[in-house]
């Protein structure tokens, strides 16, 4: 069975100040992870995703996260924040590519 | 890149009544499509994983009867709500998979008030 922790359910931040949002998983096997950001009454939009080589992903809109194994952790960071980056961001694992299970979401709330 | 597209966007029905969601792979095939729920400001949950030409996967706690699905070709499958009640109010959400991609891509969600 596996599971996904996110730490915050609500982060508050200013604009262009740096974030990171903490995921935690837990996997009896080999896992992918994804981070996923969700504006309001919309679908998902997949932000990046680890499936395997280097431990650092970059994805888009300036976001990246790392893969730490032995912390069993994937926290997404950026560097300098905007307004429109106010959104819900859902952590997820999966241990083959298709059947994900997400995480509670941390929401990202930036202000001026 | 791809795009998935869910209809309605919007659907009101009074308790009792059945509704039927759509949702479309526009520029690529799906094999595999998945129906998730969303309750207020919690996470996704899987229902159940739809498959061309077969039955769908039920997840466990989640009534077949209930929730019909079907994925009658590879661009499209349905989610019909029968005999709805309030408490099947949500945001359900669909995803695809590309075959090309190997990724999975979702739709924007189709908000479900049941009166």
């Known amino acids: 069975a596996q599971s996904v922790t996110q730490l915050d359910s609500q982060v508050p931040v200013f604009e262009e100040a740096p974030v990171e949002l903490r995921c935690n998983y837990s996997?009896?096997?080999?896992?992918?992870l994804f981070w996923y950001v969700q504006y309001p009454n919309q679908g998902l939009q997949l932000l990046l995703k680890?499936?395997?080589?280097?431990?650092l992903v970059k994805g888009i809109n300036g976001f990246e996260a790392e893969f730490n194994k032995s912390q069993t952790s994937f926290h997404l960071r950026k560097p300098s924040v905007h307004i429109s980056d106010t959104a819900e961001y859902f952590c997820?694992?999966?241990?083959?590519?298709?059947?994900?299970?997400f995480g509670k979401g941390t929401m990202l709330l930036v202000s001026p | 890149g791809a795009v998935v597209s869910q209809h309605p966007s919007r659907v009101i029905c009074k308790s009792g009544t059945s509704v039927k969601i759509e949702c479309r792979s526009l520029d690529f095939q799906a094999t595999t499509m998945f129906w998730y729920r969303q309750f207020p400001k919690q996470s996704l949950m899987l229902m159940a994983t739809?498959?061309?030409?077969?039955?769908?996967?039920?997840e466990q706690g989640v009534e077949k009867d209930k929730f019909l699905i079907n994925h009658a070709s590879l661009t499209l499958s349905t989610l019909t709500v029968t005999s709805a009640h309030p408490e099947d109010s949500s945001f359900y959400i669909c995803?695809?998979?590309?075959?090309?991609?190997?990724?999975?891509?979702f739709g924007p969600g189709t908000r479900l008030t049941v009166l």
């Open positions: 997820a694992v999966s241990d083959r590519y298709s059947t994900l299970t």
């Open positions: 996997s009896s096997v080999s896992v992918y």
């Open positions: 739809s498959n061309e030409g077969s039955k769908a996967t039920y």
């Open positions: 680890y499936l395997s080589g280097s431990t």
């Open positions: 995803s695809a998979i590309s075959g090309t991609t190997d990724t999975q891509y």
